[in-house]
């Protein structure tokens, strides 16, 4: 119900779910048994060849730990994209932008062939699927795409940088006992220069892993501070639910409910205070379904001090250190050769 591409089939307690993209399938479950069964079921109404255990799919290379912990990155892809872009040999930088560093649409020289320029960016978004920490600045260029400038690539070029230090990071997934989402939602008011609006940001972890976030522009203007941290709280939350619905199709159910995160007061103040306040009595009814799920006890916020809020990393550019805290906080970095298992293709 929740994700039209994945099937999900319950047997005698256990489950085996499948994910399908075009005629590429991802396959697995609870019992090895019934796994091959139904691999030999779907193989006498399709042409199947079955390559084993998981370890590339759309570009995202997935290698298995003596712990049983799974690490996901696209080295061979940001690899690739390097050498398309020309810049394999670039010197590497610490972060993927600069903190408060701010362009405008005008800004610079058209650039007379932008083809190759929305090509690069438009890889860079598909990388972001493991790398959460250059979303934000990813989101940043792709507002240049229809007229882009000799400074607007200057920004491309500096994500590139980033990425030529960090090929081999990627996400750890780990094994863990607590079964509870927790998200972290975040916004920069008026961040964007050329239209004021507001940068949303979040990031949703299932135990310690985290497994969406987003770094996304608001379509509208907000009047206070106030305001797009609720917008961003309600955004997060909307996510967190289907997630929520996706669990459940997958037979899998949260003991508590979920938590969100945010380290603005005044937003916290909006969401459990069931009397609507006067500064955000203009707002979209659809923001306010946060407030009634809260009220309703199916979700919990709380208060998390700044230098604790990782969705910052999705809203604007950071210095290294605080960046690097929040890398670390997204399970974000290289692996070790020694920790992996073999596996066959």
């Not at 193989?43 to 996901?72: C, H, N, P, W």
């Not at 090509?119 to 790398?131: D, E, K, M, P």
Request: aromatic share 8%.
């Amino acid at each position: 119900m929740a994700d039209t591409s994945l099937f999900v089939k319950a047997d005698d307690g256990d489950v085996v779910i499948m994910l399908l993209y075009v005629d590429d399938i991802i396959l697995t479950g609870s019992s090895t048994t019934k796994v091959q069964s139904v691999i030999s079921q779907l193989a006498e109404v399709f042409d199947l060849k079955d390559r084993g255990q998981l370890t590339y799919f759309l570009g995202l290379q997935i290698q298995y730990q003596m712990d049983g912990s799974i690490f996901v990155n696209q080295s061979k892809y940001t690899t690739d994209l390097l050498k398309i872009a020309g810049m394999e040999s670039c010197k590497p930088t610490s972060t993927p932008s600069k903190p408060h560093s701010q362009v405008l649409i005008s800004d610079g020289t058209p650039m007379a062939n932008p083809t190759h320029y929305r090509s690069i960016v438009g890889a860079l978004q598909y990388l972001t699927f493991t790398r959460p920490d250059i979303a934000h600045a990813v989101n940043v260029v792709c507002q240049y795409m229809t007229q882009p400038s000799d400074l607007h690539m200057h920004l491309v070029k500096r994500i590139l940088r980033y990425l030529k230090g960090t090929i081999h990071y990627g996400l750890q997934y780990t094994k863990s006992p607590d079964f509870i989402i927790s998200a972290y939602s975040d916004s920069d008011w008026a961040a964007d220069i050329n239209t004021r609006r507001s940068i949303t940001g979040y990031v949703v972890y299932i135990g310690a892993n985290p497994i969406s976030w987003q770094s996304k522009r608001q379509s509208t203007i907000s009047r206070s501070s106030t305001e797009p941290e609720y917008k961003a709280l309600a955004h997060c939350a909307a996510d967190v639910f289907w997630i929520r619905s996706l669990l459940k199709d997958l037979l899998q159910f949260l003991p508590v409910p979920p938590h969100l995160h945010c380290d603005n007061l005044s937003t916290l103040a909006l969401c459990s205070n069931p009397v609507f306040h006067s500064k955000i009595k203009h707002l979209d009814t659809d923001y306010h379904f946060v407030r009634e799920r809260v009220q309703k006890g199916d979700i919990t916020v709380q208060y998390i001090p700044t230098e604790e809020q990782v969705a910052d990393v999705f809203t604007k550019g950071l210095h290294s250190p605080i960046f690097s805290k929040h890398c670390h906080n997204l399970n974000l970095g290289a692996l070790s050769p020694a920790t992996t298992t073999s596996s066959k293709l």
